[in-house]
């Protein structure tokens, strides 16, 4: 799934659905007016709804999906507006967003495992990411279909599309109704020696998935990547892969589940582990990579579906004036605040698990009941008992514990 990551599963029927959507993507791509790209999404979501109907296969209603999708982007590129049923654009509806600005500039995303940035002041277009990057839509079908399988009412992350998209999670879900084995498989690349909240959203849902599934998780650590990226020693990566695996420990995961791994103490120490390397670098070619991590030919550089706090282009250029609000008390009152760019209401949604409170939070803010130090204050109070527990948490976490969960070793599944 992807922050707004995924826990991936590839495999050759969904390598067929991308290849039926894009075989349907060149046929004068650019040339055809609203009205036409119209008209097409309208028929396209009567093929879905009849596929989703007729019980079609997985990889066909998703290719179908994808190439619905895409066309919603084209539409919305024409138009500057949402694709909506039974409401056609009128002849004269052109996009003001896709006209290039005076330096040249044009509304690209910029979505790397370093970067997020847009020019488009409506921020991050993630429907276009998962086109751009073939992955599937975490829709409301796919949310219920989990809490259905595994007994659990949905991860916030999940319910509030924080984590949007996927690649074959409902394989994933058909193996454990099956009761077939499966593990979970995460990272990081250690570049400090603490992990910042941000760094944990990934670690917090991937806590959630192995309660919720008692399955085993595998994390690797990339240390070595950072010594070649970073100016950094091979012993300050080795040290902040320990560190940082102290912050991973103290999200809670079962140490008879879980087995953390460095990649400088792994990779020499295990010949077996290496020959898997080996053998995967064999078989994956690089066009797989690009159409996975959405590699380019000229930068070589994975691009990943990572949602942004900073989504919009003014989080970066003008933080202080996000959390500002109006400029007067009287103003707030009167015309109320912006949920969608104000960074203290992002991280609630992220971290404030009641679904009500955080509505109710939304709408004073709106109508200017709630101010923006308010806001903020209400945030303090939500991060602070999370915080602290983790730290706390962490305290406990000492050499030996993170050893034990760095020693390879038979972990405890029932499968």
């Known amino acids: 799934m992807s922050c707004r990551q995924c826990v991936c599963v590839k495999n050759i029927r969904y390598l067929v659905g991308v290849k039926k959507m894009t ?9 055809n007016s609203p009205m036409e790209v119209y008209e097409k999404l309208t028929a396209q979501g009567e093929e879905v709804r009849a596929l989703k109907t007729a019980k079609a296969e997985k990889a066909e209603i998703d290719a179908a999906v994808q190439l619905l ?13 949402d694709y909506k049923a039974g409401c056609p654009p009128s ?26 940035s847009t020019s488009n002041a409506k921020g991050v277009d993630y429907d276009k990411l998962i086109v751009r990057f073939g992955s599937s839509k975490i829709d409301q079908e796919l949310v219920d279909r989990i809490e259905k399988v595994s007994g659990q009412k949905p991860h916030h992350f999940l319910r509030r599309g924080i984590f949007f998209s996927h690649r074959d999670m409902h394989q994933v879900l058909d193996a454990y109704e099956k009761h077939k084995s ?9 570049s400090s020696d603490s992990m910042h909240v941000g760094h944990l959203i990934p670690f917090i849902f991937t806590k959630w998935l192995q309660d919720v599934f008692d399955i085993p998780l595998v994390i690797q650590l990339t240390d070595d990547e950072k010594y070649l990226w970073k100016d950094l020693t091979l012993e300050e990566c ?36 290496y020959r898997n390397v080996v053998k995967i670098q064999k ?19 994975g691009k990943i579906s990572f949602p942004a706090i900073q989504a919009a282009p003014s989080f970066s250029n003008s933080f202080p004036q996000i959390f500002k609000g109006k400029d007067t008390v009287e103003e707030h009152r009167k015309y109320g605040g912006n949920p969608d760019v104000d960074v203290a209401f992002m991280y609630l949604t992220f971290f404030l698990e009641d679904d ?31 915080i602290s527990q983790h730290r706390e948490q962490r ?12 020693t390879p070793r038979p972990l405890n599944f029932n499968f």
């Not at 075989?23 to 040339?31: I, L, M």
């Not at 499966?182 to 250690?190: H, I, K, N, Q, V």
């Not at 809670?252 to 077996?272: H, R, W």
Request: charged residues 30%; proline residues 4%; hydrophobic residues 35%.
């Open 395 to 406: 305290k406990k976490v000492t050499d030996e514990r993170v050893k034990h969960f760095m």
């Open 23 to 31: 075989d349907c993507q060149g046929d004068g791509e650019g040339t």
């Open 182 to 190: 499966f593990y979970l498989y995460t990272g990081r690349g250690p």
């Open 283 to 301: 078989h994956v070619t690089f066009n797989q990579v690009k159409g996975i991590f959405g590699f380019t030919d000229s930068d070589c550089i």
């Open 356 to 386: 009500e409170q955080l509505e109710k939070i939304r709408q004073d803010y709106i109508s200017g009941a709630l101010l923006t130090g308010e806001l903020k204050k209400l945030l303090i109070e939500t991060l602070q008992p999370i």
């Open 91 to 116: 002849e004269t509806c052109v996009a003001p967003d896709n006209r290039p600005s005076a330096d040249g500039a044009n509304d690209e995303d910029t979505v790397d495992p370093w970067n997020v």
């Open 238 to 273: 080795h040290r902040y892969a320990v560190e940082n695996a102290k912050d991973i420990i103290a999200c809670g995961f079962d140490v008879n589940k879980t087995f953390i791994f460095s990649d400088l103490e792994y990779m020499g120490a295990s010949p077996e582990f």
């Open 69 to 81: 999708l895409k066309l919603k982007v084209d539409y919305k590129q024409l138009t500057g507006q």
